[in-house]
Every structure is written in structure tokens, then in C-alpha cells.
């Protein structure tokens, strides 16, 4: 037998802004793009995480020629991306003022509302024979504080709703359309079932920020980045097994969470690896409302080892070939109910 339970997500849009920063209107077109260009490489040489490796006057002429041989003022992200393949980044990118105006939550203009679900994917909660919980982790494509907390309180009430039959000890969590964005409310909204401590590290150089769960809060280093609503919830059963199923859409956030759960006791992680972008973005705001998405250190799970790529399941398991299989979560069932 199975029951289901979908929860709807408590806010359903948002008005965002059209970035615009103060100065750059009156600009002549290619001075705005050379600005432009040089705020990138100047966050690229301070910030990007194998700066050491790049011979920064050489690569920043080449960068501005390319610009000027182009000789078009509308060209300086193209530009910017052509940084990013000359250093063979996969992860870094630059964000348009209209998509870093949704991404921020900036409310302030008047343009059309966006609706929460080009902001965040489903949330989907399963009970799996009347003692397996199932429960989907979403993709999130937003910085904003009131809906990363609202997401937060979503994926908890759902493990609670699935917990309250009197305590449920085996999870499934299901990462495989995970593509990635704020990881944050991800981790805040499953920490119930990391429970509290550290899950993993940032790690650049010999310098290892801890990423950690407490009591409702995820925490980098000593830094909060997102909260539940109220006090966070506890599962009735402490000690749980867990199955994560990844796969090729498991991406960047969906990682990370991955790697939280990569290591740990009664865990097994099942299906197809990672899509490899197992690194850590900061976002820097540039003149004209964009946003620089810049790589700025490696990831590491919760026993300090660094995954460089893919993660790749304890168990291998590939994709359906027909719709309606899911030999992955039949695994993960087998397992659990094995356990």
C-alpha cells in the first residue's frame, strides 16, 4: 500500500525588480562593457578559486582584446563566458540583471510577477509501504530570505507529516532532478534527517569552512545562511537509515546535499553519479544589475574528504529505460527493508 502527500509551497509569487544601477545609464555602450568586463576579471583575480594557477596580466589582455575584436558593445558577457572556457570553469557563469533580479528577490520595480515555480521545483512527500518515507529535495533558484525560509518549513513539515504515524527510521531521499541553485534551504529543510552537526566543508587551500545543521538553522562556518520559520523539527526515531538517489541531473546545490549525506552510517547513496560540479559559487553584483556566479572553493563531505567531480553512488544503478520503472528507488526500497 502507499499514500502520498504533495504539499503545496506557502507563497506563490513574486514581483522582482529590473536591476539597474545608478551612473551606467548615461555611459557611451562600450565603455559600460569594458566596466563591466573589468569588474568581472577583478572578482575573478581576488576570488576565483584556482586564481593561483592564472597568469592574470596575460589572461586579463587577452580578455579585453577579445572584447575590442569583437567590436561589439553588447558583447562583455560573451566575453565573460569566453574567460570562463579559456580556464576550462564549468561552474561559473554571469547571471543577466532581469534573472539576478529574480534570483535576489528585488521588488522594487513594476515588472510582471513570477511565479514560484520557475523560483523552486516540487516538493513531494511518499509514504513507501506504510514505513518508508519518501520525500523529494528540490531544485532552488532564489536567494530571497522569506522563500528560502518558506521552502525550509515546507520540506519540514512534509518529513513531519510522514513521521507523525508514530516514527519512521527509514528514509529515501530523492535528489535526481536536483539542478542545483541556493543549497541552503535544501540542507535547512532536510536537516531534520542529517540531524545536528557538521555535514561537510568548503575547503580552499589549507582553509576548511564547516557546513553544518543546528536545531532548524544551516550554518556556514559560524555564519547562519537560512532558518525554519519556528524551532526546527526532530524526528520521533533518532537513529535512521537513509538511501539518497542520485543521477545525471543531480547538480552543484543537489551535490552538495549529496555529499552531506556521502560517509554516514546506515546511509547509502544509489543510481547514476553526479553531474561533476562538486564546487561552491559566490555571486557578485556587477554595474549594470547582472551578476558574476563565480567558483570560489571545493566541496567536501562530512569526513573532511574533497570530492573532485562526480560523486559516484555506493550502489550503481542507470536510469529506466521505459517510463514507469525506477529500478533505483525499487533498490533503495530492497535496501531499506533489508536494514
Known sequence: MQRYLVLALLLATLQPAHAQSAGTDTMPCMQKAQRLLDQALSFMEKNYYRKDEVNWPEFESRAKQQLMVAGNCED????????????NERHSF???PAKAAKYI???EGSGPEVPLSELVGDIHGEWLQDSIGYLTVPWVSTDDSLICERIADSLQ?????????GGISRWIIDLRKNTGGNCWPMLTGIGPLLGNGVCGYFVSGDHRVPIAYEDGSAIQGRHVRCRVSNQGYRTLRPQRSVVVLTGRRTVSAGETVALAFKGRAQTLLIGEPTAGLTTANATYSLSDGSMLVLTFCQEADCSGHVCDGSIVPDKLIPAAPAAGDDPAKEAAVSWLTSR
Open 76 to 87: 562583455a558577457y560573451a566575453t565573460i563566458t569566453w574567460c570562463f572556457k579559456q580556464l
Open 94 to 96: 554571469v547571471m543577466s
Open 105 to 107: 528577490g528585488d521588488d
Open 157 to 165: 513539515h512534509v518529513i513531519a507529516h510522514l513521521d507523525a504515524r
